[in-house]
């Protein structure tokens, strides 16, 4: 084999680990700057598209009901969660970054009004929330930082109460989501997620069409294994 061949075939054997290191890294990179990251969260910007109310009155969030907030970032919307449930319900906010939990937190406390709520610091394979605490599980812009979803979602039936549902919502990864200020490739597919989701164990059993950037889909439990 020539020289020039056996360069190449080197470079390629060692570049493939290193694409995926760096996907890898990529999917769970820490925002270089956090407080700039999360005031973008909270911008009204993001409002125009993410339809934050709307969202919530679709999931027919009602007081006295346990809701977790997976990947709750900067409490954009466990505050609204906050809110809908009342201090007759209960709102975990889950994170994997401290930061962003005591800052989810202040901008709890500095809604001045009474809530039941937690904040859960996760590990990136385990959400940590109680036993059968969750009437529902609501995941915004965080579904394609978890790694091996169908294991993830399945190990987690047990936190959820008979009869709960998972919303997750969640860039179209492709024309439809515009300039998102980031790559695209690591984004899921809507339909990528369902099969995912099946295979854990859940049924779609509803889907919502009316943010332009995002798919939004709603399922429940169809076996417990």
């Known amino acids: 084999m020539k020289p020039i061949i056996l360069l190449a075939v080197l470079c390629a054997f060692l ?37 934050p109310s709307e969202v919530v009155e679709a999931l027919k969030v009602k007081p006295g009901m346990a809701v977790a907030d997976l990947g709750s970032g900067s409490g954009y919307f466990t505050r609204r969660f906050v809110e809908a449930v009342t201090e007759t319900g209960m709102v975990y906010a889950v ?11 202040e901008s709890v406390i500095h809604m001045h009004v009474g809530y039941s709520a937690e904040f859960i610091l ?28 169908s294991k993830y979602f399945s190990n987690l039936k047990s936190s959820l109460k008979p009869g709960a549902r998972i919303a997750i919502i969640d860039f179209y990864p492709d024309e439809r989501s515009g300039d998102l200020g980031f790559p695209k490739h690591h984004l899921v597919a809507r339909d990528t997620i369902v099969q995912e989701m099946a295979a854990a164990g859940y049924q779609l059993t509803r889907e919502h069409g009316f943010l332009p950037k995002q798919y939004f889909l709603e399922f429940v439990v169809t076996t417990f294994r």
């Open 122 to 149: 996760a590990q990136p394979d385990n959400p940590k929330l109680p036993y059968e605490s969750v009437d529902l599980l609501f995941v915004c812009n965080t579904i394609h930082h978890l790694e091996d979803r």
């Open 95 to 105: 994170d994997v970054e401290p930061e962003m939990l005591a800052y989810a937190k």
């Open 15 to 51: 570049a493939g680990p290193a694409l995926a290191q760096e996907q890898n890294q990529h999917q769970h990179r820490r925002p270089d700057d956090i407080k700039q990251y999360l005031e973008h969260l909270d911008s009204t910007e993001r409002d125009r598209y993410q339809k």
